[in-house]
């Protein structure tokens, strides 16, 4: 059986700055990570592979230097690393994204060995709507189970999984036929650290680039072009400017006083 | 039974070539080890083999050491009475009497009243051990027992001579007397007729201990009769020792976990530790109760070398874990627990190289099997995404000195980096460190400038802690920017930067003239540039030695002197001072773990500086602050502030 995580290179700061002419994100400067919730992801992925020897490939749809993550998740232990990258991808919203990561996955199934799970983060910290997962779902046809937060058993023989899933005030315990799309969150696991001879190994080890020659789809249907959602514009909010209130280390108890005053002046505390 | 060759000669060629084999069996295990060149420096290494082994300079740090140095001094004399024995054993013509008077009669004296001052030291020696033992475990039956047998010898010595005195009469009783005084003192207590007996009774005692006691040297910590001298001649003389690099190509492995990794030296320093507890009671993790001790960690070594060993020498497969529990194996949670602070390094009188040992372990559970304490994968990560151990945004660098408007490091036209470090640039209580060193250097006019976002963590908890992959992509970062940018002269705030930079870099081809902030501001004040227009009042002030900048870079005088044109007066200092001082328990790259085990070392360290009933501790060094501020706080002494010594420094010359 096949374990597919889904992984997306991200910009690395919560402060994503957004050019206010071209309505996109600002990348200069900005390092990249994995998804802080796919390496949640890829991190089941493995432990289901060391628990029952199923082989785990990563794909990833984004502009060629994304490798890079792709290579971190190489040097973690999968088996394959899938950068699925192609102009006609680009400028993609959740619809058109999902729809070449599940014919990528499709196409794994049909050609390489069975997908018995699909793990995406709960979502990103860019884009952050958490649509791909589902949408990957519903494009394949798989059961999905949302925000995971713990595998409890996983039934080959049966095809079967439990999962509990985190909601809002309590946990619920859910059972799913195989294939199945998770959508995980970070109590899940702890992410492996990856040991040296990996990083090393990974460091020369390939990571496999599908454009749209092998995918083959309509380029109406991808990208730009395939996505309804169009944005219209992105923009920070503005933030009023601080303001520091006295000398804590000279005059603690003083300025305590004049906080306090400002904010019951402001009506800031509940009084 | 007479003491005849004839017995003596076979009994002594077996127990000779008995203790050979023992020697060999052990001593050529450290052929297993790496190799090392520990013959530079010849002359050096000289000095320090008269200085250390035979002056026993470090022996003599402790009071109790005076015992050893009479037991050592009086050994090297007796190893002359004793040839002379054995000589005469083999071949009873061999004597010295067939010295010319003038050597033989002061050379009786001489062994006479040394056999006496051994016996002495020697019950001296289980006294103490008895009453107050330098370790609660060091009353061990095999410390007690060679003791006896030392005595034993000594006593014995005296009953050959005093039953030969016993028998003799007029003028060679007169000389034999004044050439023997001790021995002379037991001659009447031996009953007349008996004084044959007597003789051969103790000439036996003596030859069959002394072959005894040939043979348990090897088996016992007295080995170190015969390893102590040559391992402070092959000593290690970098100080601070510095982790060796290693080479990332596929196919390495990283770290140590089987006992040939180490190099032959430090196999050997297994075999001369003399379990005397010195490293074990200086040791913040030991003295708090953790499972550390560097002592047992030594001792583990010597196991676990004798289990696997032969073994490994037949080409099989070690069968004893080097890291792992048990009595010939390291526990990983020892290996966690060391703060890299030096005080065993500093105190062992044979200068065995304990902390050294154990960053390689760290390395391969780090780098081989990815196994650490939880909380250092934050810090790994960050460390590696952000080159900071917070995680901070890397552009949020610079902006503690806002306030003081651009200051770029400009190639050329600055002479000074002010190399920040995380701590001052990140944590809200370092950064008013950063801005009072920086007011300081901008009134003494000192042209100075900082990487702002481009500079990075210089990697000090990383290589510490055996992440030495991290460590050294990030230490190629700077080493390179610092290159780029022409940088030769830095200013530090905190000691873990000072050694990284001044120290492990030179591993990286760059030396850089490195100066602590307490040593440059104390030249600004001896040099005028700096004027102290008051004297900061901060009551009774006492300075915890930081270890990076004490005992890891010698950096002792300056930051006291400083202080005392300061403040006016001399600061006091905490019983365990300067080279003695007692850890924070950040180093090592604690700073960034949890303590779970034992008392909290930061505590301790800060009720030894309350008993001096300061008003202010002061530390030079942004992780000591953070600690004893910290311990000072669950003290609940919240009247005691603990301050940079830059910032004290601020209170006299800007206030
Ligand atoms: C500021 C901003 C606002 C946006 N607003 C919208 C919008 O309102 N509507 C819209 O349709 N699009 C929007 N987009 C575009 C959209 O976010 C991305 O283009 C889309 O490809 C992925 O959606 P997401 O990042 O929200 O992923 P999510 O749906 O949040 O991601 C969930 C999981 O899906 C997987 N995944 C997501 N993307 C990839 C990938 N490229 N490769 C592999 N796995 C992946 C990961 O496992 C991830 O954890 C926006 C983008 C930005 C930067
Ligand atoms: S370096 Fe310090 S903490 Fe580590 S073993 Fe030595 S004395 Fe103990
Ligand atoms: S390692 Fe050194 S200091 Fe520690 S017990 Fe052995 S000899 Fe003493
Ligand atoms: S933080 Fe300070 S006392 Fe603690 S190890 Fe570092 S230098 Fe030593």
């Known amino acids: ?271 | 039974m007479t003491p005849t060759p004839t017995i003596f000669a076979p009994l002594f060629i077996a127990a000779t070539a008995l203790f050979i084999w023992s020697c060999w069996k052990r001593l050529s295990l450290t052929a297993l080890g790496r190799p090392d060149n520990r013959l530079d420096n010849i002359g050096q290494r000289i000095g320090d083999t008269l200085s250390y082994a035979f002056a026993q300079k470090r022996v003599l740090a402790k009071p109790s050491g005076l015992i050893h140095v009479a037991i050592f001094w009086c050994f090297l004399v007796l190893m002359v009475a004793n040839t002379e024995f054995i000589l005469h054993g083999l071949f009873p013509g061999l004597t010295f009497t067939k010295l010319p008077d003038g050597i033989f009669m002061p050379l009786m004296q001489m062994i006479d009243v040394v056999s006496l001052i051994t016996l002495l030291a020697v019950i001296a020696a289980a006294i103490r051990r008895a009453v107050s033992p330098p370790y609660p475990e060091a009353r061990t039956f095999e410390a007690f027992f060679i003791l006896f047998l030392i005595a034993t010898l000594m006593l014995a010595n005296f009953g050959v001579n005093a039953a030969k005195i016993s028998r003799m009469q007029g003028s060679t009783l007169t000389l034999a007397e004044s050439i023997m005084p001790i021995s002379s003192w037991f001659a009447p207590y031996i009953p007349s007729g008996a004084g044959k007996l007597v003789h051969d009774l103790s000439w036996w005692t003596h030859a069959l201990v002394l072959l005894l006691f040939m043979n348990l040297l090897p088996l016992s910590k007295h080995f170190h009769i015969i390893t102590a001298i040559p391992n402070v001649f092959l000593r290690r003389r970098d100080n601070p020792p510095l982790p060796e690099r290693e080479e990332f190509n596929a196919g390495n492995s990283f770290g140590i976990n089987q006992v040939d990794g180490y190099t032959w030296k430090e196999l050997l320093d297994s075999f001369s530790c003399t379990e005397c507890g010195r490293c074990q009671m200086a040791c913040p993790a030991d003295q708090t109760r953790k499972p550390l001790n560097p002592r047992g960690v030594i001792g583990q070594l010597k196991h676990n070398l004798m289990a696997n060993g032969p073994l490994l020498k037949e080409g099989k497969a070690a069968t004893t874990p080097l890291i792992g529990e048990g009595d010939a194996s390291i526990s990983e949670e020892a290996i966690w627990s060391c703060t890299t602070c030096g005080a065993c390094l500093q105190a062992c009188p044979v200068f065995i190289e304990q902390m050294p040992k154990l960053i390689p372990l760290r390395r391969h559970l780090v780098e081989m099997e990815s196994r650490f304490p939880e909380e250092l994968l934050n810090l790994f990560e960050n460390m590696e995404g952000r080159s900071n151990p917070w995680g901070i945004a890397p552009t949020e660098r610079g902006k503690w000195a806002t306030q003081l408007g651009e200051r770029p490091y400009e190639p050329g036209r600055t002479e000074y980096l002010f190399y920040v470090g995380c701590a001052g640039s990140f944590d809200a209580r370092a950064k008013q460190i950063s801005v009072a060193t920086a007011l300081l250097l901008d009134k003494a006019g000192v042209s100075w400038g900082m990487l702002g976002k481009d500079e990075k963590c210089c990697g000090d908890s990383l290589r510490r802690l055996g992440n030495e992959y991290v460590f050294d992509k990030l230490a190629k970062e700077n080493v390179a920017l610092f290159k780029e940018r022409g940088i030769k002269k830095v200013i530090v705030q905190c000691p873990h930067c000072l050694t990284t930079l001044k120290n492990d870099y030179k591993q990286y081809g760059i030396e850089l003239e490195v100066i602590h902030h307490s040593q440059l501001l104390l030249h600004l004040v001896q040099d005028g540039r700096l004027k102290l227009p008051k004297q900061a009042d901060l009551g009774k002030l006492v300075y915890h030695d930081s270890c990076y900048l004490g005992r890891h870079n010698g950096i002792y005088d300056e930051p006291r002197e400083a202080l005392a044109l300061a403040t006016g007066t001399e600061p006091l200092e905490m019983p365990r001072n300067r080279e003695d001082g007692f850890c924070c328990g950040a180093g090592g790259g604690r700073m960034w773990m949890e303590e779970f085990t034992g008392d909290r070392i930061n505590l301790v360290r800060a009720a030894e500086a309350l008993e001096q009933q300061p008003d202010t501790i002061c530390t030079a060094c942004p992780y000591c602050l953070t600690m004893l501020d910290d311990g000072i706080k669950d003290l609940r002494a919240d009247k005691v502030q603990v301050k940079d010594i830059a910032e004290i420094m601020a209170e006299a010359v800007l206030r």
């Open chain 1, 1 to 271: 059986m096949l374990i597919v995580a889904c992984i997306k290179q991200v910009p690395d700061t919560t402060q994503v700055k957004i050019d206010p002419v071209t309505n996109t994100l600002v990348r200069e400067g900005i390092p990249f990570i994995m998804n802080p919730y796919d390496t949640h992801a890829m991190e089941a992925a493995l432990q289901l592979k060391d628990q029952f020897g199923c082989r785990v490939a990563v794909l990833s749809m984004g502009p060629p230097n994304a490798e890079a993550t792709l290579r971190k998740a190489l040097s973690a232990g999968v088996d394959r690393a899938i950068l699925l990258s192609d102009r006609v991808f680009g400028g993609a919203d959740t619809l058109a994204t999902s729809k070449v990561l599940a014919t990528a996955i499709a196409k794994l199934n049909d050609e390489v060995e069975p997908v018995g799970l699909v793990i995406c983060g709960k979502q990103t910290i860019d884009g952050d709507t958490a649509q791909v997962g589902p949408g990957i779902a519903v494009r394949l046809g798989y059961q999905q189970l949302t925000l995971v937060d713990k595998v409890e058993e996983l039934d080959l023989t049966n095809k079967k999984l439990v999962v509990s899933r985190k909601l809002e005030g309590r946990h619920e315990r859910v059972q799913a036929p195989l294939p199945a799309m998770l959508t995980v969150v970070r109590e899940l696991n702890r992410p492996r650290y990856p040991t040296v001879p990996m990083r090393l190994a990974a460091a020369t080890a390939e990571v496999e680039v599908w454009d749209n020659n092998v995918l083959q789809l309509d380029p109406q249907t991808i990208g730009l072009k395939g996505s309804p959602t169009w944005v219209s514009k992105i923009f920070s909010p503005e933030r009023d400017k601080g303001e520091i209130v006295g000398d804590g280390y000279a005059d603690p108890e003083g300025t305590v006083d004049l906080l306090l005053g400002k904010l019951m002046e402001k009506d800031l505390l509940p009084l």
